[in-house]
């Protein structure tokens, strides 16, 4: 039951963005959304660390001095993945508002709503892989691990899902449809996270390196995508004030209930 609750978190925190649709007439104010996105930053930087990388070194104790392989391996794989999706499939960022040689509104928000959609889902993998090391005996993770990881992806999440609602709702598209096609935008993230938990037994040889490639991915969308959004343009401290909090915040948390 735990896992199940711990899996939904994400999803939770995007459908709780996209739930803005129903209060707000116009997009989140950009002092609070570079508040938002410097403090998840921190929190994914802390946790990526704490609940991932850590873990997967500890787990790896037995190569001695060379025991940071399997997370420096795993970790460049998870950014280059990321890389890869972001070159050869869309080019798109969350916070962007067009693609390249495209500015038809319409678009527009289905190219974000497409990229968004795809960046959750190694996110969901991440969830699934803590989960799965959680489950597994000799796995060096805590249920405050797992919960931790997916706490700090909801509140990435939260923006995410109001960047996507909130311009959808116009003539055409009424509050509930703008909040839906920004909720189901996250839905992708626990059935990422259930298959890749069903393939634990399989996957347990190489959990290191499923948990650095991991924490590689979430950099990565920190790097290239959140804090870029929480730090351009007027106010810009307000996203390193959240950064900071975020990672002191998220690291207290991981090390006192791990």
């Known amino acids: 039951m735990n896992t199940f609750f711990g899996i939904m978190i994400p999803f939770l925190g995007t459908s709780l963005g996209a739930g803005c649709v129903f209060f707000l007439k116009n997009e989140l104010k950009p002092a609070l959304q570079k508040t938002l996105l410097g403090f998840a930053s921190g929190v994914m930087v802390a946790a990526s660390i704490w609940s991932l990388l850590i873990p997967a070194m500890e787990m790896s104790a037995h190569l001695a001095r060379f025991s940071f392989i399997p997370g420096a391996a795993g970790f460049l794989f998870g950014v280059f993945f990321l890389l890869l999706i972001d070159r050869l499939l869309f080019r798109l960022s969350p916070g962007k508002t067009s ?56 509140i990435q999440n939260f923006p995410e899902g109001a960047i ?56 990565y969308v920190v790097v290239m995508e959140l804090i870029p959004e929480a730090s351009g343009g007027r106010r810009s401290y307000m996203g390193a004030l959240g950064f900071s909090l975020g990672f002191v915040l998220m690291m207290a948390l991981d090390v006192a209930l791990g």
Request: hydrophobic share 55%; no cysteine.
């Open 164 to 219: 996507i609602s909130l311009p959808l709702k116009n003539k055409r598209n009424s509050r509930t449809r703008a909040f839906f096609y920004g909720a189901a935008s996250g839905a992708v993230e626990p059935v990422a996270a259930v298959l890749t938990i069903l393939l634990a037994s399989y996957i347990k040889p190489i959990l290191p390196y499923l948990l650095s490639f991991a924490a590689g991915a979430m950099f």
């Open 99 to 154: 693609p390249k040689n495209e500015n038809h509104p319409f678009r527009k928000n289905a190219m974000l709503a497409l990229a968004v959609t795809l960046h959750n889902i190694p996110e969901g993998m991440a969830v699934g892989v803590v989960f799965a090391g959680m489950l597994l005996a000799d796995a060096q993770i805590s249920l405050a691990d797992a919960t931790a990881l997916s706490v700090g992806i909801a």
